[in-house]
């Protein structure tokens, strides 16, 4: 199995930024696409932005895109997620997400490996 654990939410206010990080165990990182999702109080899950296992491959959910940028470094066993520009309704608990597949990316039932989630709130 693959351990995850996020890093680096809080509490900012609007148009501000967060880096995120996602730590993975283990030694086969880079057969992983890596992906970020948030659920928001009261709401589902939902797909936020998703990576190809060499840094190739990025997409990302039409609410974040151009505001947020999904890596990963390898050599770490890392991912990141770079919030700018942020909103209130970017309110939630962010959680990274690994799976072997290469499609369907955009799907929970995609990813079977989570982190714990780590909170991230946006003050208006």
């Known amino acids: 199995q693959v351990l995850l654990e996020e890093s680096g939410g809080g509490l900012v206010q609007t148009g501000g930024s967060l880096r995120l990080s996602c730590a993975a165990s283990?030694?086969?990182?880079?057969?992983?696409?890596m992906a970020w999702f948030r659920q928001a109080p009261g709401k589902e899950r939902e797909f936020v932005a998703t990576i190809g296992r060499s840094g190739g491959g990025t997409d990302y959910a039409d609410s974040v895109k151009g505001r947020f940028t999904i890596s990963r470094d390898n050599a770490k066993n890392t991912a990141y997620l770079q919030m700018n520009s942020l909103k209130p309704e970017d309110t939630g608990n962010y959680y990274c997400?690994?799976?072997?597949?290469?499609?369907?990316?955009?799907?929970?039932?995609?990813?079977?490996?989570w982190g714990q989630g780590t909170q991230v709130t946006i003050s208006s």
């Open positions: 283990g030694r086969t990182f880079t057969r992983y696409t």
């Open positions: 997400a690994a799976t072997m597949r290469s499609s369907t990316l955009r799907a929970r039932g995609s990813y079977n490996y």
